[in-house]
């Protein structure tokens, strides 16, 4: 079982494949071996990593609220880049993961050859953050009264997560199995310092424009709380591609395997041969066909 010493903690992590790196980033309902559909497709082309961030074991879970943060999950993709002596790399990640992708773009651009921002921005609408932070306060409530396994029961049937077992009630049995057996003590400490506290997508609006890693949003249709956001990031970012799956919930890295992979492996190999470029600024005009930008 390997891990790396990432900001004074241990993290368990994965490693297979040659080739360009490529980081995944799991969601707050997810770990490493959430991520199992995409090491197994890319690490046929690329050196893959998938870990446990902090408060998921058999990574630490540290005990001290201020050990969980934003900011925080964004410097420990930079810190197990470091510690496996990785300059650059695809960040790929879904959720919570997505949103420390985000911030690792924007707080570190230098280390990444690409970003995947997927299903992020729940909780971004103004008239969703206070909804976002009691519902959080809620489950924060619960993982500490009822234990990992009884949470794990309902917020796998969350609204964004039914159209998973709709599609594919053995995965998302699997899912639900997995979720299960973590650590409630984690999750809380995790909801509090990460999830109730990052900022929202559109605060970020000014330094997402002067993004230039290549940025690709994805979200599924039925994720209702992430479609908005996403097209924000889209129109903001500037280097940023937009894909939206059709009936797809949250969980689309597992829900659809097969359309998720072949998204993320047309982006990172236009990537990879140079051709994936910023928005022609002649395609953004008040009209449908005319141009309106001015020379």
């Not at 903690?9 to 080739?19: D, F, K, N, S, T």
């Not at 049937?157 to 049995?173: C, E, I, N």
């Not at 900022?199 to 230039?212: F, H, N, W």
């Not at 998720?260 to 002649?282: C, E, K």
Request: charged share 25%.
């Amino acid at each position: 079982m390997a891990h790396a010493v990432v900001n004074g903690v241990r993290l368990y992590y994965e490693e297979a494949g040659q080739g360009l790196p490529m980081i995944f980033v799991h969601e707050f309902a997810g770990e490493a071996a959430s991520w199992a559909p995409q090491m197994r497709f890319f690490s046929r082309r690329y050196r893959v990593i998938a870990y446990n961030a902090r408060g998921y074991p058999p990574s630490d879970v540290p005990e001290d609220e201020a050990a969980y943060s934003q900011q925080q999950a964004a410097d420990d993709i930079r810190g197990m880049l470091d510690a496996l002596r990785i300059d650059k790399a695809h960040v790929v990640g879904l959720s919570m993961g997505g949103y420390a992708t985000l911030h690792f773009g924007l707080t570190y651009p230098t280390r990444a050859l690409s970003l995947v921002v997927a299903g992020a921005g729940y909780g971004s609408k103004v008239e969703e953050r206070e909804g976002f932070k009691r519902d959080s306060a809620t489950i924060v409530e619960r993982f500490e009264r009822e234990g990992m396994a009884k949470v794990a029961e309902t917020y796998s049937m969350g609204p964004t997560r039914v159209q998973f077992r709709d599609k594919d009630p053995l995965g998302w049995q699997e899912f639900r199995d997995l979720l299960a057996k973590q650590s409630a003590k984690g999750h809380a400490l995790t909801m509090r310092g990460v999830q109730m506290q990052r900022p929202s997508v559109y605060e970020l609006t000014d330094r997402m424009a002067k993004l230039e890693v290549p940025t690709l949003v994805m979200t599924g249709d039925e994720d209702e709380p992430c479609l908005e956001p996403s097209i924000h990031m889209k129109r903001t970012i500037p280097t940023a591609g937009l894909v939206i799956l059709p009936k797809a919930g949250h969980t689309i890295n597992l829900e659809d395997p097969d359309a998720f992979n072949r998204a993320v492996l047309d982006f990172v190999a236009a990537v990879d041969a140079g051709r994936w470029a910023r928005r022609n600024p002649d395609s953004i005009s008040s009209s449908a066909i005319l141009q309106t930008r001015k020379p």
